[in-house]
């Protein structure tokens, strides 16, 4: 199967600081990568739709100014944490959709904000 | 919007024994595919199955088929000769003509030697 790469897979960072999040499509192209978020033991909470060249659709509630996304290549979407503050740690977790109606996921990154 | 609706969070099974667990959803579309994805304690999502929603038959993968009730949007997930293995987080998830994802609250199945 195809196979997304996700980096780094563990960040502590501190308080104030940024952080940003890789999700390479490794042997496919894709259009949409999706960024997720899930807490301990809940479900995968969607959190934008990634759109190489053009703006990054994000789900009510997502502050786009603290969760920056930017999808500038075929195989390439980074996510940056701004300003992190510890009720930003949490797990997060990228897909892209190497075709039609199946999305591959990377291995997510624990980001710890102390 | 679609939801996705687990009610069981959390199922353990005999090893070697079958064990399903249920998934109901929500929509007002015609055309979707459905998803079963496995997230096992590395946290790597992994497809388990896929049932598109315009097909009778039910989706099969080895140990792992599916009972599609579309008209009842249900989707349930059985797991036939359970392995250690096999003990994960169960996410059923709605894929629809928007592009997007929508995932259940998961099932945390345990498997007992």
């Known amino acids: 199967g195809a196979v997304v790469s996700q980096h780094p897979s563990r960040v502590i960072c501190k308080s104030g600081t940024s952080v940003k999040i890789e999700c390479r499509s490794l042997d496919f192209q894709a259009t949409t990568m999706f960024w997720y978020r899930q807490f301990p033991k809940k479900s995968l909470m969607l959190m934008a739709t990634?759109?190489?060249?053009?703006?990054?659709?994000?789900e009510q509630g997502v502050e786009k100014d603290k969760f920056l996304i930017n999808h500038a290549s075929l195989t390439l979407s980074t996510l940056t944490v701004t300003s992190a503050h510890p009720e930003d740690s949490s797990f997060y977790i990228c897909?892209?959709?190497?075709?039609?109606?199946?999305?591959?996921f990377g291995q997510g990154t624990r980001l710890t904000v102390v | 919007a679609q939801t996705v609706t687990q009610s069981q969070p959390e199922m353990s099974v005999q090893e070697a024994e079958t064990v399903t667990l249920s998934c109901t959803y929500d929509t007002s579309e015609s055309d979707y595919y459905l998803f079963w994805y496995k997230q096992p304690p590395s946290r790597q999502m992994i497809l388990v199955i896929r049932q598109e929603a315009y097909k009778q038959q039910n989706a099969t993968e080895n140990r792992f088929s599916v009972n599609f009730q579309k008209a009842a949007k249900s989707f349930s997930l059985k797991i036939s000769d359970s392995q250690l293995g096999d003990a994960a987080m169960y996410f059923c998830?709605?894929?629809?003509?928007?592009?997007?994802?929508?995932f259940g609250t998961g099932t945390s199945l345990t498997v007992i030697p």
């Open positions: 998830a709605y894929f629809n003509t928007g592009n997007q994802f929508y």
């Open positions: 990634s759109n190489e060249g053009s703006k990054a659709t994000y």
């Open positions: 897909s892209a959709d190497g075709r039609v109606t199946e999305a591959f």
